[in-house]
């Protein structure tokens, strides 16, 4: 009698225990989802030229899984959805690009909740039209004088202010409107070329001299469209223009950020290598609070 009458007691001691030990510690707490993650944008984004190849990609973007989208996803652990394509220019993030590629917003959701881009660059053909027409002109003059201003002018600038801004303006709204509970942010430029021409530079990028400044003005104003569009849509701009200078595509293997157009390491010229995709990785996490 008494044996069974102590084993009640301690039961009910055993239950009482175990209901407190539920009241301090509360319910199971569930482990912390990742962050959806979309990446869009061009050849800047995708770090096209840098291997390795993303194999989900179609080869025509030239995707690399060494982008900064991907460093980002692997330092966070953010659930990456990257459809970052070589060439994109804003009427691609409506439009098919290549066959099988799908429009880019197609990636945003309701569900996204960041998305990181760069884009702007190839619409009028600003970058590629600026380099090979410089080069070219740069080559013929034997590096002397500043032939392709002499030639284009303010065009590039104009094509910039009238066709690039309001597309870029146009491309981040739209994005906010696929994807309104995400923080959006659309990175500038990393400088390609110094401020003026450098002993050495001509060699690896043909323009002439007085060209030099010219192209890096051009830039500048690109990365100035970008940046109004962002502040314009509620975007966060992550402006590169102070951490990239010296690290642009005159300098030795190691301490650049682009390569060249001549005696690079990339396949694909005058884009970002490894080293400069992962500093933008690490200034778009300062941006945004990330770390």
Known sequence: MAI???????????????????????????????????????????????????????????RSTANYPHVIAQRTGADLKDVTCGGAQTKDFTGSQYPGVAPQLDALSTGT????????????NTFIDTILSCAAAGVLSAGQGDPCHDKYGDKFAKDVDTKTYPAVKAALRAVHDKAPNARV????????????A??????????????????????????????????????????????????????????????????????????PNALGESAMADLTMDALGLR
């Open 113 to 124: 909740e960041l998305v990181t881009l760069t884009i702007g660059g190839n619409d009028n």
């Open 185 to 196: 942010a659309v990175l500038g430029y990393p400088w390609i070329m110094p401020a003026k």
């Open 4 to 62: 069974r009458a102590w084993n009640s007691r301690a039961l009910a001691v055993a239950a009482t225990a175990g209901a407190a030990l539920v009241t301090l510690t509360g319910p199971a707490q569930a482990a912390p989802q990742p962050l959806p993650y979309v990446a869009l944008g061009d050849s800047y984004s995708a770090a096209s030229g840098v291997l390795p190849l993303d194999p989900s990609a179609s080869l025509l973007c030239a």
């Open 198 to 271: 450098e002993p050495g530079c001509f060699v690896k990028m043909p323009l002439a001299s007085g060209d030099v400044p010219y192209v890096r003005d051009i830039q500048t104003h690109l990365n100035d469209a970008v940046r109004r569009a962002a502040d314009e849509t509620g975007s966060t701009y992550v402006d590169l223009a102070a951490a990239s200078e010296g690290h642009d595509a005159c300098r030795p293997v190691g301490t650049r950020w682009v390569e060249p157009a001549l005696f690079g390491t990339n396949f694909v010229p005058v884009h």
